[in-house]
């Protein structure tokens, strides 16, 4: 997967998700699942899915006990073997997701209009990223990584990753601390601040973006999306 289009789809979920009400808002690695779950058109077992998400099967059973309760997906027992626990998407959790690769679809293109870009391809794109979590700090480090002079204001990075003015504040806040990242008054304007990568950022950001060119898009068409 390009760096271009991970940030792309980051930012329109960032943008979409917040026209929902909190309490019904997913984490990014919630709607992968629905996705995972949309692009199978089967169930799958919670074991399974926390091996596509490399995920601690605890955060796992957090995860989709969350989807059950906003009643995305469902669980049963298997049949033949009762410890195993299969999920499944509800009529409501197949309207979602549409819904959400539709809206993302829109965002995205409407940054970018001369992108072509359908429901299907958000989907499958979404699938591939939810097998690493990439947390808010994360995604500052690859966007620091991505702007051209590798240093940004916390607008530019609010601008570039569609998160909330204090999301980025805290988490620029928590790289400096960790040593990850430096502040900068800039020459012309002493009350503007840059946000520049250490050393260690960058090999840090560099990491991450390995893992995002490491993404492969599932390359099956999924029925129903457009």
């Known amino acids: 997967m390009e760096l271009r289009d991970y940030i792309a789809l980051r930012r329109g979920y960032n943008?979409?998700?917040r026209g929902y009400p909190s309490?019904?808002?997913l984490t990014f690695e919630e709607f992968a699942v629905?996705?995972?779950?949309?692009?199978g058109h089967a169930r799958m077992k919670t074991s399974d899915i926390a091996d596509y998400q490399h995920s601690l099967r605890p955060t796992m059973t957090h995860r989709t006990n969350h989807l059950v309760e906003l009643g995305y997906i469902e669980r049963a027992f298997g049949q033949v073997d009762r410890r195993n626990v299969y999920c499944s998407l509800t009529e409501k959790g197949t309207d979602l997701t549409a819904e959400l690769c539709e809206a993302i679809r829109r965002q995205v293109i409407a940054e970018?209009?001369?992108r072509r870009l359908t429901a299907d391809?958000?989907?499958r794109m979404a699938e591939a990223m939810g097998t690493q979590a990439f947390h808010a700090g994360d995604l500052m480090l690859v966007g620091l990584r991505y702007c051209s002079d590798e240093n940004a204001t916390i607008s530019d990075l609010v601008k570039l990753l569609g998160l909330l003015q204090p999301t980025v504040s805290m988490s620029i806040a928590t790289l400096e601390k960790r040593g990850y990242v430096v502040r900068e008054q800039a020459e012309h304007d002493t009350r503007v601040v840059h946000i520049a990568l250490t050393d260690e950022g960058k090999e840090k950001a560099d990491r991450l973006i390995g893992l995002i060119r490491k993404m492969n898009i599932p390359r099956n068409r999924i029925a129903d999306m457009h």
């Open 34 to 39: 629905l996705c995972k779950l949309y692009a």
């Open 15 to 17: 943008l979409v998700r």
């Open 23 to 25: 309490e019904e808002r």
């Open 112 to 114: 970018s209009p001369s």
């Open 121 to 123: 391809r958000v989907c």
